[in-house]
């Protein structure tokens, strides 16, 4: 148990008394320290893994990286490596948003370009562009990765999961070129930095000696290249598809960590957009036309919703609509519109059910009637459709013929004989001299029971 785990039972327990965290942890250390309770650590055993021969392997990963910009924003890049096992000899490319599959392929290419072959495995993390599920070891691959791996016909090896350290050599290769390459420089545009990167490659990455193997790898690599499987030709997939984003249900996406959204009705099943920055304004586009949307500036915080006022629901548009077909019902006069307009401001909030109740309720009603209703709804400030309606029964209730009334007295059911003479049944009224003969007498018994009992 950690000191600060013992800190949060304590608060549990409401038995902390207002110490901090760091009394806890002193007080922890020293009770262990007093009665000899080690604190248990779990330590990984590691084994050192034997060279590879020439063109067995080479390991790939992703990395990313927030650079300064050269007007001074902050711009996240991202770029994917790949390292000879056996020469150590590596290969770097980078872009300026998120890798999709299609980049993925396209960087693999390159890099087999690069290389002058490809090598019989090629070890991965297991990463979404690459794998659906582990399956038991039967991989299961993305479509359009699991169809290039088909086509090349290399071994994939795939690292399980949280479990970086089996490919270590790309891993380490990922630190290497953020701390050595791109840690403090200034990002101008995509095409100098993939240059400064193979020149870097060239004067650094690979031509210095290498910590582990202490030889240099592009020495090693002139060895081992005539062991790479040779790619005849290079697959080019188009990458000019701009990434797109699902519509979710309230009209936004999400892109890089924040919500933008969209006018309403862009939603719709299964719709995907099409999103592109250019020089700090977000486009939002339709996938099918390109016709765009709408655009933000993008947002360099995190957990915002971007909202513009062109997406802000028209929430009076149909309000509007409804009330005025009510107005008509009601007459369609100048007191209708002054009636219904002080119910919407007296509730807002419920204006669609009032307008519902006091709809219903006028649709059988003479103008005559309704006319009375708002006169005296007006004239006694009763806005609610509540109050509309008792006015409207009420002054129906008066106008209602006297000879159209229903006659309810033929349809009372009589009382069956028995039960009339059950309303004809008279109750008895007795002496008040007979109860107080009956008590005396249930005195007296109580006595004489009192008296054998003390005998």
């Not at 791109?182 to 690979?206: I, S, V």
């Amino acid at each position: 148990m950690t000191s600060a785990q013992v800190l949060d039972w304590l608060q549990e327990r409401k038995l902390d008394g207002g110490v901090s965290e760091g009394t806890v942890r002193n007080y922890a250390r020293q009770l262990r320290e007093e009665c000899g309770i080690p604190q248990v650590k779990y330590v990984r055993q590691y084994e050192a893994v034997d060279e590879l021969p020439a063109g067995q392997q080479m390991q790939m990963d992703f990395g990313q990286i927030a650079l300064r910009s050269s007007i001074a924003r902050m711009v996240t890049l991202y770029f994917a490596t790949f390292v000879l096992a056996h020469s150590r000899h590596k290969y770097v490319e980078w872009l300026d948003r998120p890798f999709t599959t299609r980049d993925l392929i396209n960087v693999h290419e390159n890099a087999f370009e690069y290389y002058g072959g490809m090598t019989k495995e090629i070890v991965y993390d297991q990463d979404h562009l690459i794998l659906v599920s582990e399956n038991g070891g039967d991989l299961l691959l993305t479509k359009e990765f699991g169809e290039y791996q088909k086509t090349r016909k290399f071994k994939i090896y795939m690292c399980r999961k949280a479990d970086p350290e089996t490919k270590g050599k790309v891993e380490n290769v990922v630190k290497y070129v953020k701390r050595n390459f791109a840690k403090n420089r200034t990002f101008h545009n995509l095409e100098k930095l993939n240059e400064d990167c193979l020149a870097w490659l060239e004067r650094t990455g690979n031509g210095k000696v290498h910590n582990t193997t202490k030889k240099i790898p592009v020495e090693v690599f002139a060895l081992e290249k005539r062991h790479l499987i040779p790619v005849p030709h290079k697959i080019n997939i188009s990458t000019t598809k701009i990434i797109t984003r699902v519509v979710r249900k309230d009209n936004t996406i999400v892109y890089q960590g924040n919500r933008y959204a969209l006018p309403l009705g862009t939603y719709a099943p299964e719709r995907r957009v099409v999103v592109k920055e250019d020089e700090g304004i977000l486009i939002i586009a339709n996938l099918d036309d390109e016709l765009e949307i709408i655009r933000y500036p993008v947002c360099l915080e995190k957990g915002r919703l971007i909202k513009s006022s062109d997406c802000r629901r028209e929430k009076d548009k149909g309000i509007d609509t409804y009330l005025q077909e009510v107005a008509q019902i009601l007459n369609d006069s100048q007191q209708a519109y002054d009636f219904l307009g002080l119910v919407r401001q007296e509730k807002p909030r419920y204006i669609r059910d009032q307008l519902k109740i006091i709809k219903d309720h006028s649709l059988d009603k003479s103008p005559e009637i309704i006319s009375k209703a708002l006169n005296y709804c007006l004239k006694n400030r009763l806005y609610g459709a509540t109050d509309f309606v008792d006015s409207l029964n009420h002054f129906n209730h008066i106008h209602c013929p006297a000879e159209e009334k229903p006659n309810t007295e033929n349809h009372i059911q009589p009382l069956y004989e028995v039960d009339r003479s059950v309303l004809k049944t008279r109750v008895e009224v007795r002496d008040m001299n007979i109860y107080i003969q009956e008590l005396q007498g249930v005195r007296e018994c109580q006595q004489n029971l009192s008296n054998s009992k003390t005998i």
